[in-house]
């Protein structure tokens, strides 16, 4: 018998007329005002357009599903876009098994996603091996073209502190980034955590945001690891690449960041036989 599975990502509008629609559904049905949806707008034209998490979501949906072969049905299904997690579902006959395409768990992001697929779902990830070492690889390519006194900051999406009383997230977060480090061969003194793209609402969210933590370190350069995310889209080429690449040069430092996963053959094979053992 076949078992399907639902591959889950943020989702990205497929045009631009559609920006207007999916901020609403981000906003839970309230519509932004003009200037939300104007600051939204500039920040995809800064990046060409639209993003690309479209296209990388898909590759990473067709590597997983050449990687799990015969027996498996793998549909995407996405939190703020077209087709939606409820329609991957309704496209599915049998067991279902769920697997988000973010490695940390926290109830106020995976939880969300658990709890709309309704089915059995890996809540986080980011103790699979190889996504540690395409990460530990990554920092490493980096630092070979920045100077001695590189300072590495691994970020992850910021979340309301409300959200984040008595939640996991900041913990794997903290775990994971160690392993990386240390696989990377870093001194203690040369990484932080730090959070970024944080909501444009008006209570706290978990900082300290990257823009600030720059600004705080006594370093030649700033390599950013967002670890937090595995696809290149609107918040890594525009909060890293474009906003904390600006803030570098008003701070006189050198910037980069790390490659992400994307459709990374040996990750998502990973992924994919994490996949093949929870579904059994
Ligand atoms: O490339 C793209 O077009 C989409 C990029 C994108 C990803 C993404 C991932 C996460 N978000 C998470 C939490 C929140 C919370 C709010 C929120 C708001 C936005 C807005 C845009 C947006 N997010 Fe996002 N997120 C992406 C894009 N996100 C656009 C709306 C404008 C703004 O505030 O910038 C606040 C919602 C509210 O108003 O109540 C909370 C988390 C992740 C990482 C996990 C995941 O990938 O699901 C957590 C990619």
């Given at each position: 018998m076949t078992s399907g599975v639902v591959v889950m990502a943020y989702g990205t509008p497929a045009s631009a007329d559609e920006v207007e629609a999916y901020y609403t559904h981000i906003r839970h049905g309230r519509p932004p005002t003009a200037e939300q949806l104007g600051d939204l707008r500039a920040r995809y034209d800064a990046i060409g357009g639209l993003s690309p998490l479209r296209e990388i979501t898909r590759a990473q949906r067709d590597r997983l599903a050449s990687a799990l072969g015969d027996g498996y049905r793998v549909e995407l299904g996405y939190k703020h876009a077209p087709p939606f997690i409820e329609d991957a579902v309704a496209s599915l006959a049998g067991d279902i098994v769920g697997l988000v395409l973010a490695p940390h768990y926290s109830r106020g992001s995976i939880g969300e996603y658990v709890e709309r697929l309704g089915h059995p779902t890996i809540e986080s990830w980011h103790d699979l091996p190889e996504w540690r070492t395409f990460q530990a690889q990554a920092v490493r390519t980096a630092l070979k073209d920045l100077p001695e006194r590189t300072t590495v900051l691994f970020t992850a999406h910021s979340l309301p502190e409300r959200v984040l009383a008595d939640d996991r997230y900041p913990d794997e977060l903290e775990a994971s980034a160690t392993a990386i480090a240390d696989e990377a061969g870093l001194d203690r003194a040369a990484w932080a955590l730090a959070w970024q793209s944080?909501?444009?609402?008006p209570e706290p969210w978990r900082g300290p945001d990257v823009l600030e933590a720059m600004a705080g370190l006594d370093t030649e350069a700033v390599l950013v690891c967002?670890?937090?995310?595995?696809a290149d889209h609107l918040e890594v080429l525009y909060d890293l690449d474009i906003a904390a690449k600006q803030r570098a040069d008003e701070l006189g430092i050198a910037f980069a960041r790390t490659a992400m996963v994307n459709d990374d053959a040996k990750v998502l094979g990973a992924l994919a036989d994490r996949v093949r053992t929870f579904s059994r």
């Open positions: 944080a909501g444009r609402t967002p670890q937090g995310f595995t």
